[in-house]
């Protein structure tokens, strides 16, 4: 099927009296011709108003495919944009613009210049010679209307004097406020004022009636653009009327023209259809009122058409769309309104009270706009005044027909406006309803569209960039229809120029004046895309609705890509991309579950890398994160689509095998060896890379997504020990030791709850004068049938449950309540924070309300956490370690020297100190070798600014060389082992040496 005819509009904007006035003018040509419109709003919220003068950056060529011809509207596109649209075959015509370098295109302006010839010569004839122009001179059409003001002024015989210009920056009411203070200040001042536009002339009567000037009185005012507010100010503002609509025809006319293959000339085109409104402002009195015609002088007997035009004119701006069949009813209503208006006119005086209501309440049976029922109030006026009837005396007791039938209309004029008023409470309470959904963050997703239900769109269409503009590529990701029938368009992937779809611009009703729009969605930072509307043409809009909604729009996506970033860095791995723990554990429920329902199997590979640790010690982090990388590359590339391969932390990965026995486990198993088997080079260094790998399989019996991560670590960590980069399964002793594990786990847990474990206490020891006043807290176990037993024998067992959080709870509690009896004498005890309790998210809290409570401060207490626990995951560790720190807590690394941690780790980390592993003092000798690495660690230390604790020393030639070495602090059994709170106290103020001790 052949489609229709199609323009393409670039505008800045839809709002205002001048763009409102504009495009409803174009269509009505282009539908006449069975065309219809896209209609793209080129400026952005945040761009600057078209006032300013320069085009736009708008470069996307939206519908390009889909149009013959496109019409560009003040700035609303580049010269290179146009050139390119010219130079792909569619003929362009400039519409009130700057004809732009080598581009060969057509230029339609406003009248202009007669307009303004017009407005001169009127305050000439009231006697002016002083006439200065106010405008914001950036813009194109104010430098053409200041142009015609003083070429105006030179065939008057009248100066341009230059301090009578009077510059404003913009075309509202506040550019005329800002130039208001100019003319009070000018030398000498002028008594009369062109201004170029309604709204500058509006702010600038405004900031003088303040000021206490008098208008017409003191200076006389004459503007440009006609708009109605101007009919309401007071005086009421005289105004040329250049009829944009038909500026905006003008333009259709010459399009349709070269689109069906006339040669038209590239030059400007001026319609000569402004006219001179006078009312109060320039002096005129109303009741005298006479409307100047632009720079043509006509025959008396031409005068009587010219008025009927005029009438019918003010009607046929609003009622006519260019659609046939709707134009055939609309017209036969304005020919039987005109000829009821110019009867009323003819019969002055004679004209009833019931005829004048009867001729209002056909009008406002066709139209409730102030502007419409103003126009056809004064042309009205203007017919009668040419008729002269307009003034005649009225008979003893009644009023002229003139004061009567303006009376009548002013009253239809004010009920228009108290709707047009209520229609705006409607927009009002409609836009906040569309803020309020695409601010709600936790509402539906904006992308459905959803937030336009409610509002006067038809359908619309949103489509987000695939990969940026400069792609070109879009994937429309939600459509609306509002008469329910749905438009099927999401998901379906198109490009720009072929946007929005023809299913979409086929809902526009060009008899019902609606129009398909396209607004960009981008800000400063971002383009998101493009969403496109079917809507009528509102030509009172004053408010960029359109490109307000795609600010919007922009928000909520912003928001929803921030929650998106939240949502992944929560489920997924930030170094590898795979999913963490957390979403590793919801797919591996779902398998749990589902082998539950119908039987259906499935496999966990457990990996641990074997040798990483060497990779970071002699290659560094970063070739280490480059490792990780890859192992997790390889696995998504072995894993099949319905696999769940992720990342534990440190050098584990977990692989989630769906319907997979046990096995077929063995064979997934090797061919991840093997992928892992290829040496890469990494700058020059090859990289091998082998994993340890335990299986659980669901032939177990799980119910729970722990019981199956336990197995499956316990069977890896008999494959590491036996042979490293091997395969091991879970199988029945490892199964006992599990259920060993169990059961620990509930005696722990009745432990607890009866109050069987203790806190003992192993003094901290200066190593030079032996005294202490620190101590460590070790937990202790005393159970009722096997007496005190060591935390080595339980606390593995629970670290990877909640128990150890629970406990780690008590033994907080139970060292607060010792410290009380302690403080002052006693400077520090130091905790031991478990991997689980370390990520909790409540551990700070937690340990700040527990010494509030005993009235105790931050620094009294130190946490101990292992290198293994702050490499799980560094760049969070280092948020809560900073976190800790800040509220006062001290913070040691556990037994250093055994984990992945670094002199990066110690340089990055808000530590006090650092403990020295049992395991190297252990082998401390005299020998050089062997008290190298110590002294090298002390060195480090110190030049960190970090205190260096000595775990384990039991000899006295460990202390000795220790002391040689300048290791200051020490702990052990050659001291004190672990005892009970009431002995440590006794040990303050005493010299724990071992001499001393006999």
């Not at 295109?105 to 000439?124: K, Q, Y």
Request: charged fraction near 25%; hydrophobic fraction near 45%.
């Amino acid at each position: 099927m052949t489609r229709p005819l199609t323009a393409l509009v670039l505008t800045p904007s839809l709002g205002g009296d001048f763009f409102g006035s504009l495009i409803p003018g174009l269509a009505r040509e282009i539908v006449a011709a069975d065309g219809r419109l896209i209609v793209v709003e080129t400026r952005q919220e945040h761009s600057p108003r078209d006032e300013a003068g320069e085009p736009g950056d708008f470069s996307i060529p939206v519908a390009w495919a889909e149009v013959d011809g496109l019409i560009s509207i003040t700035t609303a596109a580049g010269a290179d944009h146009l050139a390119r649209a010219h130079a792909a075959g569619k003929p362009v015509v400039l519409l009130s613009s700057t004809q732009m370098g080598d581009l060969e295109a057509p230029v339609v302006r406003p009248d202009n210049r007669h307009g303004i010839i017009a407005a001169v010569e009127h305050l000439v004839e009231h006697g002016h010679t002083r006439i200065g122009f106010v405008g914001n001179l950036a813009q194109r059409d104010i430098r053409d209307r200041f142009d015609a003001y003083r070429e105006a002024l030179g065939a008057q015989g009248l100066p341009a004097d230059p301090e009578l210009v009077f510059a404003t920056p913009s075309n509202g009411e506040v550019g005329g406020t800002v130039a208001a203070p100019q003319v009070l200040a000018a030398p000498r001042r002028p008594t009369a004022l062109v201004v170029g536009t309604d709204r500058n002339a509006i702010g600038l009567m405004s900031a003088l009636a303040d000021e206490g000037v008098r208008v017409p009185h003191d200076i006389a005012v004459v503007a440009f653009d006609n708009i109605a507010a101007g009919t309401f100010t007071s005086p009421a503002l005289s105004s040329v009327d250049p009829r944009f609509d038909e500026v905006g025809a003008l333009a259709g006319r010459l399009l349709l023209a070269q689109i069906q293959g006339e040669q038209v000339p590239a030059t400007a085109v001026t319609p000569e259809s402004a006219i001179l409104m006078a009312r109060e402002s320039c002096g005129c009195d109303p009741d005298a009122q006479r409307r100047g015609e632009a720079g043509t002088d006509l025959a008396a007997e031409d005068q009587p058409r010219l008025r009927r035009r005029a009438l019918r004119g003010a009607l046929e701006r609003e009622l006519l769309t260019g659609d046939s069949e709707a134009d055939g009813l609309a017209t036969a209503a304005i020919d039987a309104i005109v000829n009821d208006a110019i009867t009323l006119i003819n019969l002055g005086d004679d004209a009833t009270t019931a005829q004048i209501k009867a001729f209002t309440a056909s009008l406002q049976a066709v139209t409730s706009r102030p502007d419409t029922l103003r126009g056809v109030m004064d042309a009205m006026r203007d017919y009668a005044q040419h008729a002269g009837t307009w003034v005649a005396p009225a008979t003893a007791g009644a009023s002229p027909v003139s004061a009567r039938i303006a009376a009548v209309l002013w009253k239809a004029q004010a009920s228009a406006f108290l709707r047009q008023a209520e229609q705006t409470d409607v927009a009002i309470v409609e836009q906040y309803a569309v803020d309020a959904g695409l601010l709600d963050t936790g509402g539906a997703d904006p992308r459905d569209l959803s937030w336009l239900a409610g509002t006067s769109v038809k359908a619309g269409a949103l489509a987000l960039w695939d990969d940026g503009p400069s792609s070109g590529l879009l994937t429309i990701v939600g459509d609306y229809d509002g008469e329910g029938d749905g438009l099927g368009l999401t998901g379906l992937g198109t490009q720009s120029d072929r946007f929005p779809p023809e299913e979409l611009i086929a809902r526009a009703s060009t008899a019902a004046r609606e129009v398909c729009v396209v607004v960009p969605v981008s800000t400063r930072e971002q383009d998101w895309g493009l969403l496109a509307v079917v809507v009528e043409i509102d030509p009172t809009a004053v408010r960029d609705t359109h490109q307000h909604w795609a600010a919007l729009l922009c928000a909520a996506l912003e928001s929803q890509r921030r929650q998106e970033e939240v949502r992944r860095s929560a489920l997924f791995d930030s170094l590898t991309g795979l999913p963490n723990r957390q979403l590793f554990i919801e797919h591996l429920d779902k398998a749990i579950a589902l082998h539950a329902r119908n039987g259906t199997p499935y496999s966990v590979l457990f990996l641990d890398l074997d040798g990483f640790k060497l990779i970071n010690d002699s290659l560094g982090h970063q070739m280490g994160d480059r490792v990780l990388k890859r192992v997790a590359a390889e696995l998504s590339r072995t894993c099949r689509a319905a696999d769940t391969a992720a990342r534990f932390g440190g050098d584990e990965f977990v692989v989630l095998l769906a319907d997979t026995d046990a096995d077929s486990a063995m064979e997934a198993a090797s061919r991840v060896q093997a992928a892992l088997d290829t040496v890469p080079v990494f700058d020059g260094h090859e990289v091998i890379t082998r994993a340890s790998i335990g299986i659980a399989s669901s032939e177990n019996g799980y119910e729970s997504a722990d019981a199956v991560l336990r197995d499956a670590d316990a069977a890896m960590y008999r494959a590491k020990s036996e042979e490293p980069g091997t395969v091991a399964y879970f199988d029945a002793p490892m199964h006992d030791n599990a259920v060993r594990r169990a059961e620990l786990a509930k005696d722990v847990l009745r432990a607890l709850q009866e109050g069987e474990f203790e806190v003992h206490y192993q003094p901290i020891v200066n190593l030079s004068t032996g005294l202490t006043d620190r101590f460590e807290a070790l937990v202790r176990w005393n159970h009722p049938d096997r007496g005190l037993i060591e935390p080595g024998e339980f606390l593995a067992d629970i670290e990877e449950t909640s128990l150890i959080i629970e406990l780690g709870h008590w033994v907080l509690e139970e060292v607060c309540r010792q410290l009380v009896e302690w403080v002052p004498q006693v400077a520090n005890v130091s905790i031991n924070v478990s991997d689980k309790e370390f990520w909790s998210q409540n551990l700070l809290t937690r340990v700040l309300s527990t010494l509030e409570r005993y009235d105790l401060p931050p620094e009294l207490l130190t946490l101990e956490i292992t290198e293994g626990v702050l490499m799980r995951r560094p760049e969070m560790a280092l948020l809560i370690m900073r976190r800790l720190h800040d509220a006062g807590l001290k913070l040691h690394i556990d037994d250093f020297g055994t984990g992945y941690s670094s002199l990066e780790t110690l340089h990055r980390f808000p530590l006090e100190a650092f403990k020295i592993d049992r395991s190297f003092i252990q082998t401390l000798t005299s020998a050089e070798e062997s008290s190298e690495l110590i002294s090298s660690l002390v060195k480090l230390a110190k030049a960190l600014g970090l205190s260096v604790v000595a775990a384990g020393v039991e000899t006295e030639a460990q202390l000795s060389l220790l002391q040689e070495l300048g290791c200051a602090t020490g702990q052990g059994f050659l001291f004190m082992p672990a005892v009970t709170g009431e002995r440590a106290g006794q040990l303050l103020g005493r010299s724990l040496h071992e001499s001393d001790l006999v």
